[in-house]
């Protein structure tokens, strides 16, 4: 049932099937279990210790093609490629997942990413002021993934100089040139803002994340991860240029994605698109809701350290779970008319069911805050010029990402 061929082109049928039938659904062809409604996702992401990502790092490696194949954000490639934050990160459990976040968390706080806004607003409105002249185009290659990647490149600190370089290569980041490519570049840009700091001439984090992650005062203290003195222990280039990948994918992926589902889904849905024109303070609330019916990350995996009974199911302690999220998002026993797409729906006043389109607790999505951000801007920016836009569904193309839902081309007209 789960990854057939038609899955992927509209999985929401499926996880209908799965909430009302199968809710806790085994697979044994792929060797895992599906946890498809709400209460069940809210309550394995609140316990990191017993739906572990730690165990099922050991589980993916081992499975090679297995279950785990394109059900997170990195490819499995990818995570076995690079050592340090970027493996860490998505393989860790508390505490020490929580050590590490805080480690390269300081270029990704709420503060920090508001001093990003007069870029990120100044990079939304050059790419969108280039469309009317043409009297449209292709949204995802001419606005959102340029956007999505220009500011990446700005948070990270990559010099002017490289940035067009490093456009390309994150844009073909799926071939094995380009990432071999980007990962010999994190690693050199590590080291040169590294020595630039050896030699009094580094300004930290006014110079973007990667400057502030090779600061000596930067790395993990001994006792954050045992006792003894607070020593700290930089950063090897190594863990920088990890991070860099896994910030560099992610964070350029995810947004272009979940910003072509708003451009398909208001295209769709033009009084709504109008209401947002006149109000832009309901902008903010619009984007859950798109990142709540259209979620572009579909599935967490997760591996069990204790056996868990769910649904008359007994669950054995090394069984690999897949926390269907996107099904989460459309269980109508958390979201009344779930497959109605509603931009009001989070507003505070209507005390909707928490949103888990950035995940929850421990894993939540390190950049949420900057994608809010970059999809606020965006769509602000598209509102004042683009009232009564129109999208040609008959030729978007779906994203190819595995775990994903989102669009790689929406032509569209102004």
Do not use: K
Not at 113 to 125: K, S
Request: charged share 25%; net charge neutral.
């Amino acid at each position: 049932m789960i990854f057939g061929p038609d899955f992927h082109r509209d999985p929401y049928p499926v996880y209908r099937r799965l909430r009302d039938e199968a809710p806790c659904h085994h697979e044994p062809a792929l060797g895992l279990y599906a946890l498809s409604r709400y209460e069940d996702v809210l309550a394995a992401l609140r316990q990191p210790t017993v739906f572990s990502s730690a165990a099922r790092a050991v589980a993916s490696s081992a499975a090679g093609a297995g279950p785990y194949r394109g059900a997170d954000t990195v490819s499995p490639e990818r995570e076995t490629a690079a050592e340090g934050p970027a493996r860490s990160l998505l393989f860790l459990d508390p505490p020490e997942h929580q050590v590490l976040r805080q480690a390269v968390s300081r270029g990704f706080t709420p503060q920090a990413v508001l001093r990003l806004e007069p870029a990120v607003r100044d990079i939304a409105a050059g790419l969108a002021d280039r469309i009317p002249d043409r009297g449209g185009g292709e949204f995802v290659t001419e606005f959102a993934a340029p956007l999505a990647i220009a500011v990446i490149l700005r948070l990270l600190g990559v010099p002017e100089a490289d940035r067009a370089r490093v456009s390309e290569l994150l844009s073909a980041s799926a071939l094995s040139g380009a990432e071999a490519e980007l990962r010999s570049y994190w690693l050199g840009l590590s080291a040169l803002l590294r020595d630039r700091e050896d030699a009094g001439e580094g300004d930290g984090e006014d110079r973007g994340v990667v400057a502030a992650l090779v600061r000596p005062d930067a790395g993990l203290r001994d006792a954050d991860v045992a006792a003894g003195p607070a020593v700290r222990a930089p950063l090897t280039d190594e863990q920088v240029a990890a991070f860099c990948a896994l910030v560099g994918q992610a964070g350029t992926e995810s947004v272009a994605m979940a910003l072509s589902n708003a451009l398909v889904l208001f295209g769709r849905h033009h009084d709504q698109w109008r209401t947002l024109c006149a109000r832009p303070d309901a902008i903010p609330a619009a984007f859950e809701e798109v990142l709540r019916y259209w979620a572009p990350t579909q599935h967490q995996g997760r591996t069990l350290t204790a056996a868990v009974r769910l649904h008359g199911r007994l669950l054995p302690a090394g069984a690999h779970v897949l926390l269907l999220t996107g099904s989460a998002g459309r269980d109508e026993r958390a979201y009344p008319d779930p497959d109605v797409f509603d931009i009001g729906r989070f507003h505070p006043d209507r005390r909707p069911s928490t949103a888990l389109g950035f995940g929850l607790g421990a894993h939540f999505c390190l950049g949420a805050a900057l994608a809010r951000l970059q999809a606020r801007v965006a769509l602000r920016e598209l509102t004042r010029r683009f009232p009564r836009y129109r999208t040609d569904e008959e030729r978007t193309v779906r994203s190819e990402v595995m775990n994903g839902f989102g669009h790689s081309r929406v032509p569209f007209s102004t």
